[in-house]
């Protein structure tokens, strides 16, 4: 069995364990008709040309807004979309970002909307203004202050009120996954005793020479959330495969079509 670095309750440095199974890249289906290609292409033109050139508010970057992907031919992704994503990425460059970056965002956007597609079907996962209040403060907690955390909104021109959207939309797609995949994942006894004999204990010692490895029971809380994880990131793999499958993604934007290619 691999070893694993140590983790908190499964999760990773950032605590969000949606945003970390959705970064694994995997197969893409972009390939519609011909004539379906062209009908959205000339859509996101005709939407594209309806829209005013986006100007962020004073002091912030100034970004002219284009069309870069369309899911299910009723999801539309914008250049803003991945640079407001960086912008909620710590330690993410967000002055003139890279190609790489930004396939990187676009990426997680629209693993992000094939999930959100799904969990609009279960209306009892809307999230309270409460739980919005809490993912926020959350995130804000991962940035050196606040006032960095809002001076990074203010200069990609991501307004509370859009933020606040995209936060709705990021408890809603962790409530789905909950209701969808952890509350169904089950971690029995003897998967727990053999990950704490092959993986636990011998990675303990190595990390903390000199110091008494914690018992079994000890540490059967954390170990069954690890577990767990690792169950839900599987699970996940599989539907966003399947998700993908079925759905039709069009990059309407040449330098991002290598995100679609299989």
């Not at 967000?94 to 992000?112: G, V, Y």
């Not at 797609?173 to 971690?187: C, G, H, Q």
């Not at 767990?228 to 040449?254: C, G, H, W, Y």
Request: proline share 7%.
């Amino acid at each position: 069995m691999d070893e694993r670095p140590p983790t908190a309750g499964g999760q990773d440095a950032d605590g969000m364990n949606l945003f970390r199974l959705m970064t694994i890249q995997r197969s893409w289906r972009t390939s519609p008709s011909p004539r379906a290609r062209w009908s959205l292409r000339a859509l996101g033109v005709l939407l594209l040309s309806l829209l005013c050139p986006f100007w962020a508010p004073t002091g912030a970057q100034t970004l002219v807004d284009r069309m870069v992907a369309s899911i299910n031919g009723r999801d539309l992704i914008t250049y803003s979309d991945l640079v407001w994503q960086l912008a909620l990425q710590p330690n993410t460059p967000i002055e003139k970002p890279s190609i790489e970056d930004l396939q990187s965002a676009l990426r997680l956007i629209i693993d992000q909307r094939l999930i959100a597609q799904e969990a609009e079907q279960l209306p009892a996962i809307t999230p309270t203004d409460a739980e919005i209040d809490a993912a926020l403060a959350d995130l804000i907690k991962r940035f050196p202050s606040e006032a960095d955390f809002r001076q990074r909104l203010e200069k990609v021109g991501l307004t509370s009120e859009r933020l606040r959207q995209i936060m709705r939309q990021r408890v809603e797609i962790e409530k789905y996954l909950d209701f969808r995949f952890r509350s169904f994942t089950i971690v029995t006894p003897e998967e727990v005793a053999s990950y704490y004999r092959d993986v636990y204990a011998p990675r303990f010692r190595r990390l903390h020479p000199g110091l008494v490895v914690p018992t079994l029971d000890e540490a059967r809380g954390e170990i069954e959330r690890e577990l767990t994880e690792d169950k839900v990131a599987a699970q996940m793999n599989d539907f966003l495969d399947q998700a993908r499958a079925r759905a039709d993604i069009i990059i309407l934007s040449p330098e991002f079509e290598p995100v679609g290619g299989k």
